[in-house]
């Protein structure tokens, strides 16, 4: 169904008088929007504006769960004296689970309970899984991780179980059983399966020798999904391993991998792709994750003037040599099949840091969102694209063969980047930020902005046409994280800048502290189906 007059339903706002607020990721099921993140300070407003109970200090993790009118249902703060934060959340119909990290040797978990920690004579970082019903009681509260900086990064739900993707540095570790694992590297990517009571199903690892992650998961009742990266010895390549334990020769000193496991944690691939070249500083990444029907799909971000796609394939890129050691990496987008074969590697950018940061798909194919940068860049068919500045905000779409239907960029002067996408059966919508006085969206239409960067939502039909751009913030730099959306609604949060801000409709808006946090609402005008007078057709689809 087609989108019709989009119109603002709510827009909230909560954090500290103090204190900076950050890292936000949102989620909804089918009645509720669920946001997690950290809030800064002795002192914050939820997003009712009264006072948030508990706060430890520094930064702690909170979980709120918003109906989709705006009204807060609850409010809830986890964490200890050091920086923590939520960095991922998801939902089933019953539950929300969140994901990220608490720092330091003891915390308070979401029920005022005082947990322990890994951390000895130094404050490092712990990976925390959380499980809350829609009421806001938690059901369970499980940490892992050794005596260094560890973190659940993504986090994804299917049929009752929750799955958590992230980093574990060695040598050893604990689970979330605390059982002992034996790190095969100095730094692992871990997946682990918990269900909704919090028992652990599996913890596996697999990695390189440096810097290794799992960015983003997806899980459907096909398996689990998992993206990121995994590194060799800076300038020596090196071997990595798989979640089976075997080992592998790396490409270059840094790639993409992507992985499926089954819902027991067994594997059933892992494929790398990345530059094949020794002499350079690499950039390779994963950071976005979606699997369905037609296939596993991720973007990122890949560097070099060559490099080896899933299949081991040369493919040149735009990239040109910087300071001698580093080529700025292009975009890239590619689908395997579930049995990990590559069916497509599809690149564009220019000469400067381009990258996919975020992936959606319906059934019309899949979209990327991210920054293409310079004066010039070449889309996905290698047609030159005209850029506004620093950065521009570009969206694209591919049918599930790989061929583009459209590439589309908006922008100012300044950098500006889009970070998060959702779609529905009417279309894609793309969230982020713009910066400057002025900046022209998808249609070429000049904006015209409050402050140093503003918040942008904007919406598109499946073959790329604008239906709206909206825009909000203040004077200050405004930005947005994550993007939602149901077949009627779209839902965004982010953090806005100074003493006041506009908000999508050019209110006014009171912030709660430097930079506060917001979670938004806006309906869609689309109305059910009316079949032969006896009533209505909705279908849902969740991302």
């Known amino acids: 169904m087609p989108m019709k007059k989009v119109t603002q339903k709510f827009f909230k706002t909560a954090g500290s008088e103090t204190g900076l607020s950050s890292d936000l990721s949102i989620t909804h099921n089918d009645k509720s929007v669920f946001v997690t993140g950290a809030i800064n300070g002795l002192t914050a407003l939820d997003f009712k504006g009264n006072n948030v109970k508990n706060l430890q200090g520094k930064d702690d993790i909170f979980v709120s769960r918003l109906d989709k009118n705006g009204r807060q249902k609850f409010f809830k703060t986890a964490g200890g004296i050091e920086d923590d934060s939520g960095l991922s959340v998801a939902s089933n119909e019953n539950h929300v689970f969140v994901t990220g990290f608490l720092r330091g040797k003891t915390a308070i978990d979401f ?12 404050p490092t970082q712990d990976i925390f899984v959380a499980g809350l019903d829609n009421r806001g009681c938690q059901k369970f509260f499980k940490t892992a991780g050794g005596k260094n900086d560890d973190s ?36 692992a990517i871990f997946v682990a399966g918990l269900d ?28 689990v999904f998992v993206t990121g990266l995994i590194s060799g010895v800076f300038l020596n390549n090196g071997t990595g391993t798989d979640f089976n334990g075997k080992t592998f020769e790396l490409k270059g000193n840094r790639e993409i991998f992507v992985a499926k496991l089954d819902h027991n944690g067994c594997q059933k ?33 890949i560097d070099g003037k060559t490099a080896l796609d899933f299949k081991g394939n040369v493919i040149n890129l735009q990239g040109e040599i910087f300071d001698e050691v580093a080529i700025p990496p292009d975009i890239f987008v590619a689908r395997l099949d579930h049995k990990g074969c590559q069916k ?58 790989g061929c583009q239907k459209f590439f589309k960029t908006a922008g100012g002067i300044s950098a500006d980047q889009g970070v998060s996408l959702a779609t529905n059966d009417s279309g894609v919508f793309v969230t982020g930020s713009v910066n400057g006085q002025t900046a022209l969206d998808f249609k070429k239409n000049i ?96 991302n």
């Open 269 to 301: 691939f892992f494929k790398t792709a990345g530059a094949g070249s020794d002499l350079i500083v690499p950039f390779d990444i994963g950071l976005s994750i979606k699997a369905n029907n037609n296939g596993v799909f991720v973007t990122g971000r």
């Open 447 to 542: 904006k015209y902005l409050q402050g140093r960067g503003d918040i942008f939502v904007a919406g598109l039909n499946n073959n790329g046409c604008q239906k709206f751009f909206k825009t909000a913030g203040g004077k200050g730099v405004d930005e947005a994280f994550s993007i939602t959306a149901d077949e009627k609604k779209i839902f965004v949060t982010g953090l806005v800048s100074g003493e006041t801000a506009l908000d999508f409709n050019g209110n006014v808006k009171n912030i709660k502290g430097d930079r506060g946090i917001f979670v938004a609402g806006l309906d869609l005008g689309i109305k059910p189906d009316r079949i032969l007078g006896k009533g209505f057709r909705s279908k849902m689809q969740y």
């Open 111 to 122: 029920k005022g309970n005082v947990i322990n920690l890994q951390a000895e004579l130094t």
């Open 152 to 187: 659940g990064v993504s986090i994804s739900t299917n049929n009752n179980c929750v799955y958590v993707t992230g980093s574990v540095v060695g040598p050893t570790a604990l689970d979330f059983k605390e059982n002992l694992v034996d790190i095969k590297s100095s730094s």
């Open 344 to 401: 497509f590697f599809k690149t564009a950018g220019g000469i400067s840091a381009d990258q996919g940061v975020s992936l959606a798909t319906n059934d019309s194919g899949v979209f990327v969102t991210g920054s293409v940068n310079g004066q010039t860049a070449l889309d996905f068919k290698k047609n030159i694209k005209y850029l506004q500045g620093q950065g521009d905000i570009f969206i694209a779409g591919l049918n599930n063969n």
């Open 196 to 223: 909704e009571r919090g028992c652990q199903k599996f913890f596996k690892t697999a990695g390189g020798k440096t810097i290794t992650s799992g960015i983003d998961i997806y899980a459907n009742d096909d398996g």
